[in-house]
Structure formats: structure tokens, C-alpha cells
């Protein structure tokens, strides 16, 4: 397959996380926050292992290691930045305050997809096996990112069936930046070097802002050691893609 097939592709399948929404309509409300809470582990461990294990190791061999760390830095405060202003922090429960916006939400989340698209197809286009990993790591992150806005526009009233579609047509702005960063970087190949501390820096920030706080709420201390395990074994996901690289 090219390049192109591999994003496009890949972009395709993570747009589909936004349909598991429907799925969620099964679940009781108890076990359907376990799942979740699984997820969110998962995810967290997965975004941090491939930004400590894949991007950084990459990127500093593309670019002078000091360069590269002060641009993820700049990386990390550029997406708390947009955060604040475009209200996409994701919601976990459908009572998520933030989302109080309703649609302006939505607003936010396809820009986020969009620079989803964009860090896949960089990595693609850097190495592929690279480019396998951080849609892996992306995909984890859907899963409960799409539940919690489904969650979201059900409990703003929305009805199921708009809920849902609206959902997937959002996430299908990842295939447009996926398409778009391909294009982009046959304009300006020197350009695609620099996503990587951009993804790197967008990996740390969702792991440690959004998805680690979120971990932390649980006081149950079964329940917390189930989750610390849950999210070693995304680290551990990740180290292993290492070994196969």
C-alpha cells in the first residue's frame, strides 16, 4: 500500500470509534463507567508511552534534541491554549459541565480530530511502522472520547440518531487532516518533522491534563490498582511495538 492508502485507511477506521456510542446505550450506567474507566487507563498509558517511546526517540533523531524538546514544550502550551478557547477537553459523563456550550463543543472536538489527522499522516510519512503506532495510540483515545460526547448530546437532549451522526461526521475530520498533512508535506517535506514534538506534546498534554486526573477520581482502591494496572499494560502495548520496529 502507499503512504496515502495507509492514512487514509487508517483514518477511516478511527473515524468509526465515533459509531461505538451506540454501543454504550446498552450498558447499565455502573458497568458502563468501569468500561470507561478502562478505557481511560488504557488511553493514557498508550498517548504516554507513544510520546516517551516512539515520537521523542523519532524526533530527536530528526531534529537537535534541544530544538526538539523546546518545541514540544511550545507543543503542550499550544494545546492547553486551544483547550481554554475552543472548549474541547473531553467529557468522561454526560453531566460534564464544560460542555455546557452544546454544539460549540463539537466545534472544538473537529479541530482536534483535524490535528489527529494531521500527527497521522506526518508519522506515516516518517515511518510507517511509526504511523501504525500513534493511530494505535489515537484509536485508544477515541474510544472513550467518543462515548463521553455521545453521552454529552444525549443529555443536552439531542436525539440518538442525530447524536450518533453528528459524532461520526466530526470524527470524520480526521481523514481531512490526514489528507491534508499528506499534501501539506509534499509541499514543504521539512515541514513534517516538526508534527512530531506537535504530537508528542499533544500526547503528553491529553495523558497528564485530562485522562490522569481523570484516573485519580476513583477512591476506590481496588478499583484504582485495576486501573494502574490498565495503565501500564498501554505502556506496555507500546513498548512492545517498539521490539517489532
Given amino acids: 500500500m502507499t503512504t496515502l492508502v495507509y492514512i487514509i485507511v487508517s483514518s477511516f477506521l478511527l473515524s468509526f470509534c465515533a459509531l461505538i456510542g451506540v454501543f454504550s446505550l446498552a450498558w447499565r450506567k455502573k458497568s458502563g463507567e468501569?468500561?470507561?474507566?478502562?478505557?481511560?487507563?488504557?488511553?493514557?498509558?498508550?498517548?504516554?508511552?507513544?510520546?516517551?517511546?516512539?515520537?521523542?526517540?523519532?524526533?530527536?533523531?530528526?531534529?537537535?534534541a534541544e530544538k526538539f524538546f523546546i518545541l514540544v514544550l511550545i507543543s503542550f502550551i499550544f494545546f492547553y491554549f486551544i483547550e481554554k478557547i475552543l472548549h474541547w477537553r473531553h467529557c468522561h459523563k454526560g453531566e460534564c459541565a464544560v460542555h455546557s456550550f452544546g454544539y460549540m463543543s463539537l466545534i472544538g472536538d473537529s479541530i482536534h480530530n483535524f490535528i489527529d489527522g494531521l500527527i497521522i499522516a506526518a508519522t506515516f510519512l516518517v515511518d510507517i511502522k511509526l504511523g501504525i503506532t500513534t493511530a494505535i495510540a489515537i484509536g485508544f483515545h477515541e474510544i472513550p472520547q467518543e462515548i463521553g460526547d455521545f453521552a454529552v448530546l444525549l443529555y443536552a437532549g439531542v436525539k440518538k440518531g442525530r447524536a450518533l451522526a453528528l459524532n461520526f461526521l466530526v470524527a470524520l475530520t480526521i481523514v481531512i487532516g490526514g489528507i491534508?498533512?499528506?499534501?501539506?508535506?509534499?509541499?514543504?517535506?521539512?515541514?513534517i518533522t516538526?508534527?512530531?514534538?506537535?504530537?508528542?506534546?499533544?500526547?503528553?498534554?491529553?495523558?497528564?491534563?485530562?485522562?490522569?486526573?481523570?484516573?485519580?477520581?476513583?477512591?476506590?482502591?481496588?478499583?484504582?490498582?485495576?486501573?494502574?494496572?490498565?495503565?501500564?499494560?498501554?505502556?506496555?502495548?507500546?513498548?512492545?511495538?517498539?521490539?517489532?520496529?
Fill in 34 to 64: 468501569k468500561i470507561l474507566l478502562f478505557f481511560i487507563s488504557l488511553s493514557a498509558g498508550t498517548l504516554m508511552g507513544g510520546a516517551f517511546l516512539h515520537l521523542m526517540p523519532e524526533g530527536v533523531e530528526k531534529l537537535p
Fill in 180 to 191: 491534508a498533512g499528506y499534501f501539506l508535506a509534499l509541499r514543504a517535506e521539512n515541514l
Fill in 194 to 245: 516538526y508534527f512530531l514534538p506537535l504530537a508528542a506534546g499533544g500526547f503528553l498534554y491529553v495523558s497528564t491534563s485530562d485522562l490522569i486526573p481523570e484516573i485519580r477520581k476513583e477512591k476506590d482502591i481496588k478499583k484504582s490498582l485495576i486501573s494502574f494496572t490498565v495503565f501500564f499494560l498501554g505502556l506496555g502495548i507500546m513498548y512492545l511495538a517498539t521490539l517489532i520496529e
